[in-house]
């Protein structure tokens, strides 16, 4: 249950002290200590190309910011956190008196000892982040203010890792890189998707799963208009419908370490395989769980779910999207995951995509009456089963549902048996020549 908790909690901890953005040398550290995981392939988009309807925008880096005092103590530090900049602020260096200041100031007042996370990417902009309570203590007087920031020419970056698979059909596992100091909001997918993907790589999967790690919307955005081919087979521009795409499947991950209970968001589609193999997994596992229909918000399930697009790409978080108080604030820190948690999303992903894999749909060769199993020797092969009696009745249900029209997850649904032993039933079967692919 708890395998791999720690070492995805001690990734986490790694990234954690690092300046995220949309662009900038925070995404390429992270990216080189994920690479230390799982091999990466980095791209660099350069500022001012064309992806979609958007444009790659300057690459913001950042060296330090701070606020000091009449005294000349620092009193806001990027230092000590990330989170006291706002993003993409441009830079700064001048003295003020607080009343002027405070125009620059985000707070949190319901929250007065937590630091607000607060960007603004596209709106030329600077500020800071703070305590309520640090705010309150300030005394009148001339402050100093420096943000040692550039915003200049540069590139997006994002990476792919590819487990390749027996098919070269895809499954796209996305998280977001783009936040800093926030442990459950990026952080956590981060650390889930690059241990999934070592799992995978354990043996040979079916499918190729192709994982991404983007700046969030801008990031998705790039990799898709630089992808288009292989998710729809065409290109946006020819207007015409997706369908022949390699990419079949997919999942967006995030908020992937808090403590409260998984959810699955359908993807657009709401009935693509994914969203029935999820389904099928949290309830059959009998964890508490959500699933929740689609809504193009959230993370890049809105944009993989685009109607150009469309793709069967749902999203899986424990407490979802802006849905806990700490979101978004530097209450999501390192107290707020556990490894526990981390644990068993990676399970649940491992878990879904090992039914992802095997789940197909048959044709029963011999559909006239039951086949005699024991001429076969099929019954023989159940002895040693501990599910003799389950067993065989998956047999006799993969037989009757293989028409063609039902997958092995329809027939498992049908007969309440285990995905597991439906799937076993099927290999048999097939091995004896009764059904085919
Ligand atoms: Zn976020």
Not at 394 to 407: I, K, P, Q, R, T
């Amino acid at each position: 249950m708890t395998a791999h908790g720690d070492e995805m909690y001690a990734l986490v901890e790694r990234l954690y002290p690092l300046c995220r953005s949309i662009t900038g040398d925070g995404v390429r550290a992270t990216l080189d200590i994920v690479g230390e995981y799982i091999p990466l392939k980095v791209h660099e988009v350069p500022t001012g190309t064309q992806v979609l309807d958007w444009t790659v925008p300057k690459e913001w880096n950042i060296r330090d910011a701070y606020i000091a005092d009449p005294a000349g103590n620092r009193v806001v530090d990027f230092r000590a956190s990330s989170l006291h900049v706002l993003g993409y602020s441009v830079p700064v260096s001048a003295t003020m008196p607080l009343a002027e200041l405070r125009g620059h100031l985000h707070t949190l007042p319901d929250h007065p000892s937590w630091v607000p996370y607060r960007t603004s990417y596209y709106k030329p902009e600077w500020g800071f982040c703070l305590a309520q309570e640090t705010l309150d203590a300030l005394p009148d007087g001339e402050y100093e203010v420096c943000v040692d920031s550039t915003l200049a020419d540069g590139h997006l970056t994002y990476a792919e890792h590819v487990v390749p698979g027996q098919v070269a059909d895809e499954v796209i596992v996305s998280c977001h890189v783009c936040h800093p100091s926030l442990a459950n909001d990026n952080l956590a997918g981060i650390a889930v998707a690059t241990y999934l993907a070592r799992a995978l790589a354990e043996r040979t999967p079916y499918y190729t799963y192709r994982f991404i790690f983007a700046p969030g919307t801008i990031g998705a955005i790039t990799w898709l208009a630089r992808n288009a081919e292989r998710v729809n087979g065409v290109s946006p521009a020819r207007a015409e419908p997706r369908a022949w795409g390699r990419v079949k499947h997919g999942l967006v991950l995030a908020c992937a370490g808090d403590p409260g209970a998984l959810t699955y968001k359908r993807s657009r589609r709401g009935d693509a395989e994914i969203d029935r193999v999820m389904r099928h997994v949290l309830t059959a596992s009998e964890r508490p769980h959500h699933v929740t229909e689609f809504t193009p918000y959230g993370y890049d399930e809105r944009q993989y779910c685009s109607p150009g697009f469309d793709l069967g790409v749902g999203s899986l978080t424990r407490t979802p999207y802006a849905g806990y108080p700490e979101y978004h604030t530097s209450a999501d820190n390192l107290d707020f995951v556990s490894p526990e948690a981390m644990a068993d999303t990676l399970a649940v992903c491992r878990e879904a995509f090992a039914v992802l894999d095997r789940n197909r749909q048959y044709v029963n060769l011999s559909p006239y009456g039951e086949p005699q199993l024991g001429r076969r020797g099929l019954y023989d092969a159940l002895g040693g089963r501990s599910d003799t009696k389950q067993a065989q009745m998956a047999m006799l249900w993969v037989l009757n549902l293989s028409d063609g029209e039902h997958s092995l997850l329809d027939v498992a649904e049908r007969s309440g048996l285990p995905f597991d032993t439906v799937a076993d039933a099927a290999g048999a079967l097939h091995g004896a020549g009764l059904i085919k692919a």
